[in-house]
């Protein structure tokens, strides 16, 4: 088997929300952070992504029963500005055998299907027509994945598509606890810099809906964040820990990342020499020229990303079939 050179596969992010782009529209729903963006051509080529319409929700936790709906909540709402009750094909990408990019399969497997269902008469009121595919991998499979939908499409004629895919983050902070919603559909693989024939509107023939979630992020990021998380709990300590409040709060309990602090390029420099004088991306940059010749520009997961998935895989299957079938709004989870 031929080696494979690594050298050239350049970590990107799949979120619009991490790219160089000022056409936010940002809002807070029931505590949670929401941004809308909506791309012409002209802002699309600034902001190197594709023209349409994105819209990213971060929250900070669904593990107990009150974050879920409330995050559940925030997720219909935008997700019914996309989804039509009309004929749907819903689509799990990614590979079954890895945990981190199972939530497109695992999503999929709590849809409720209804399509054969037409076969014996008109559906009940509140459902409308789903099926689902789980393509697997062109590294399982070896059939371009987009090619293979495309048939799909051309024999079970949807009105409309849906793609829930893995994604990847260049920021800790996102990974796990990010939706992104986007109508320009979605290039298979693409965050770790291994990108397929695209699967959107433009292939497939039918407007296609992307939900994509972070489920992991290069050594990088990884080794950038803890630099910048470094200096601001310097520069937290060298201020708050000097005040009377600090002696009534355990060093424990103080989270520096909710505090606002200033990171002064001279406290850079003393406390990282050389490395101070950068600026974030160009030790970015600096790191990712050191790992990615050696192959060690890995790509990291949290370690309870099972229990993660399954939720999140929950979450949003359950907003889905919610809004294709209306009937099932309310019940119990």
Not at 262 to 290: H, N, P, Q, S, W
């Amino acid at each position: 088997m031929r080696e494979i050179d690594l050298k050239n596969f350049k970590i990107r992010t799949d979120l619009i929300t991490e790219s160089v782009c000022n056409f936010k529209k940002e809002e807070v729903e029931e505590g949670i952070w929401v941004s809308m963006v909506s791309l012409d051509e002209e802002k699309a080529e600034t902001c190197f992504k594709k023209p349409g319409t994105y819209t990213t929700i971060e929250f900070t936790d669904i593990t107990d029963m009150d974050n879920f709906i409330r995050v559940k909540n925030v997720l219909k709402s935008h997700l019914k500005s996309f989804i039509k009750g009309e004929k749907t094909l819903l689509i799990g990408l990614g590979n079954q055998k890895s945990t981190p990019d199972i939530l497109g399969p695992k999503t999929i497997d709590e849809i409720v299907v209804t399509s054969y269902l037409e076969a014996f008469g008109p559906l009940e009121e509140g459902f409308s027509s789903t099926a689902i595919f789980k393509p697997g991998v062109t590294g399982e499979t070896g059939l371009e994945t987009s090619q293979v939908l495309k048939s799909i499409v051309e024999s079970f004629k949807p009105k409309q598509v849906i793609v829930i895919d893995a994604l990847a983050s260049k920021s800790l902070e996102r990974v796990c606890k990010t939706i992104q919603i986007t109508d320009t559909g979605i290039e298979p693989g693409s965050g770790v810099g291994n990108k397929r024939t695209e699967i959107s509107s433009n292939t497939l023939g039918v407007p296609t809906l992307a939900i994509g979630i972070p489920t992991v992020v290069d050594a990088v990021s990884v080794v950038s964040d803890t630099i910048t998380y470094l200096m601001k709990q310097y520069s937290f300590q060298k201020t708050f820990l000097k005040t009377k409040k600090s002696r009534l709060v355990p060093s424990s309990q103080m989270n520096y990342l909710k505090e606002e602090v200033e990171i002064t390029r001279e406290d850079k420099e003393k406390v990282l020499g050389m490395l101070g004088a950068l600026e974030e991306e160009e030790v970015k940059e600096l790191f990712t020229e050191v790992l990615t010749p050696i192959g060690y520009n890995l790509m990291v997961t949290p370690k309870e990303i099972d229990f993660t998935v399954d939720k999140l895989a929950h979450l949003l299957a359950t907003s889905l079939n919610e809004i294709l079938h209306p009937k099932l709004e309310g019940k119990k989870e």
